[in-house]
């Protein structure tokens, strides 16, 4: 069985560019999530899909990111403009449900550095 | 809030001995709790989970966490180190919102195994 799958590996680029990261999920699997990890800490929830509709972007500074799922497959996370507190690692998951303690499976995520 | 709380952010054992990594949790209802470890480079990788059954949960690689409500903690234990054990674990509650299942992680224990 394929993983969830993210590119690029790894970003840089300077402060106030836009810049956007891929994921695709496990086949069949309706529930997206993406996570930021800053170094030294736990992922935060940025956002979460539930097939093409989102469920929780509580946490999603939606005044610079911006996320989409189309057609509840792939998924695009976008920063513009990034800021120096931006750098971190950007997680994708998916779940094959939402119900609470399912299990999600992580990508290997795209380390953004923004200088 | 749901919470977790991991004692320890850095722990150190020889190659054969136990492991023990610490936590506690923080919530309103009964939780669900997990494991999850992170190797460099890797993505998240569920170790085990609890969800209300049996509170003693066996996990991959020879893992085990017992669940004490009594204690509210959840500490992650091993008989025996093996090198490939060094890696970040995260121990992570998960939450029901509205519509969707929301993991919080702690800030995460990095084992270091030494010959």
């Known amino acids: 069985e394929a993983g969830v799958a993210q590119s690029p590996r790894y970003k840089i680029i300077e402060k106030r560019q836009s810049v956007a990261f891929w994921c695709n999920p496990i086949s069949g699997h309706a529930t997206l999530y993406w996570y930021q990890q800053i170094l030294g800490q736990g992922p935060k929830l940025l956002i979460q899909f539930q097939n093409n509709g989102v469920v929780d972007d509580s946490q999603l500074p939606k005044d610079r990111f911006s996320a989409e799922r189309l057609k509840g497959v792939d998924s695009t996370l976008k920063i513009q403009p990034a800021k120096l507190e931006d750098s971190a690692v950007y997680l994708c998951?998916?779940?094959?449900?939402?119900?609470?303690?399912?299990?999600?499976?992580f990508g290997s995520g795209t380390q953004l550095s923004v200088l | 809030a749901q919470s977790v709380t991991q004692l320890d952010s850095h722990v150190s054992v020889s190659e054969g001995t136990p492991v023990l990594l610490r936590c506690n949790y923080s919530s309103s209802y009964s939780p669900s709790l997990f494991w999850y470890v992170q190797h460099p480079n890797k993505g998240l990788q569920l170790l085990l989970k609890y969800t209300s059954a049996a509170t003693l949960v066996k996990g991959i690689n020879g893992f085990e966490a017992e669940f004490k409500k009594s204690e509210t903690s959840f500490h992650l234990t091993k008989p025996s180190a093996h090198m490939s054990d060094a890696a970040e674990y995260f121990c992570?509650?998960?939450?029901?919102?509205?519509?969707?299942?929301?993991?919080?992680f702690g800030t995460g224990t990095q084992l270091k195994v030494e010959l």
């Open positions: 998951a998916s779940s094959s449900s939402r119900a609470r303690g399912e299990k999600l499976f």
């Open positions: 992570v509650v998960s939450t029901r919102t509205g519509g969707g299942n929301k993991l919080t």
